[in-house]
């Protein structure tokens, strides 16, 4: 494996709040890490330098070897990095295929090639059947992976997951980690995910970042970091493993 992703000393102040403290990790190509932390910890905040949404005020951030830090989020985009949001926000009025056809067009300038790569992405995440559908019209779990087919249709080789388990049922939680299993292992996307859901988070990281008030306080594999004291004093003691 080798560097995808290389973010070192980011740091990113808000007026006088430090959101995100000298930030270095790097991702893989091919493993799947996870970013976890308590309400407020800068996870969000990292994902929007790494998408080109904010400049870090320090540091660099690299992708495939060449520096992202600063680019647009289309230029990010283009790259190959996608990303879903917290708060899924699909075009309500378009159908489901439509929503996706979106995004495949991002390197696709035929409609009909968009159109099949829009199908192929459908199906592979359960949701051809209802690419009819309008996208206001689905239940929370099929928003979730619509969220992640228009991502997905853009041809990602590093996609940023933000709380895609949030809201999900533990049998939807379970569906959903089995899908970005498929989605790292047979579509070779990298995955780097921010998560509160532990129990999807231990089932799918290799690696993990905890962070704490914008710093990091702990690197490294699931099974280590979950038993480090400074971890589970500042964020696990309050959740369920
Ligand atoms: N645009 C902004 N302007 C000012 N402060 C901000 C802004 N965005 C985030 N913050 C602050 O930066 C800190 C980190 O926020 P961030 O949303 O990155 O945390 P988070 O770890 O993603 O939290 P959550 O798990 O609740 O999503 C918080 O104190 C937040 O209030």
Same mark, same amino acid.
Not at 64 to 67: C, D, K, L
């Given at each position: ?7 070192? $000393? ?6 006088? #709040?430090?959101?995100? $403290? ?26 929007n330098m790494i998408a080109g949404v904010l400049a ?5 951030i690299?992708f495939?070897?060449?520096?992202i830090s600063g680019r647009t989020p289309d230029a990010v985009c283009r790259l190959?990095v996608?990303r ?9 009025? @378009?159908?489901?295929? $439509? ?25 592979? #995440? ?5 690419? $009819? ?46 899908? @970005? ?29 905890? @962070? ?30």
């Open positions: 494996m080798s560097a995808l992703l290389s973010v070192v $000393d980011v740091g990113k102040r808000f007026r006088g #709040l430090i959101a995100v $403290d000298r930030v270095s990790f790097t991702v893989e190509a091919g493993e799947i890490f996870a970013v976890i932390g308590p309400n407020g910890a800068g996870k969000t905040t990292l994902f870090p005020n320090e540091g660099t690299t495939r070897g060449e520096r190959g996608a879903t949001f917290q708060i899924v926000r699909p075009f309500p009025a @378009l159908t489901v295929e $439509d929503n996706v056809v979106i995004g495949a067009l991002l390197h696709r300038t035929e409609m009909a090639a968009a159109r099949r790569h829009a199908r192929d992405v459908l199906a592979t #995440l359960d949701l051809f059947d209802k690419r $009819d559908f309008r996208a206001s019209a689905l239940t929370l779990p099929d928003r979730k992976r619509l969220e992640l087919a228009r991502a997905l249709a853009t041809d990602p080789k590093l996609l940023l997951l933000d709380e895609v388990m949030a809201g999900l049922r533990p049998t939807e939680t379970d569906r959903m980690v089995e899908i @970005l299993r498929g989605v790292n292992r047979d579509m070779g996307v990298t995955i780097l995910l921010i998560e509160h859901v532990m129990r999807a988070v231990m089932a799918l990281a290799g690696h993990m970042l905890v @962070l704490h008030h914008g710093a990091p306080i702990a690197k490294g594999k699931p099974e280590d970091v979950v038993r480090d004291q400074k971890v589970i004093t500042s964020y696990l003691g309050q959740e369920s493993i």
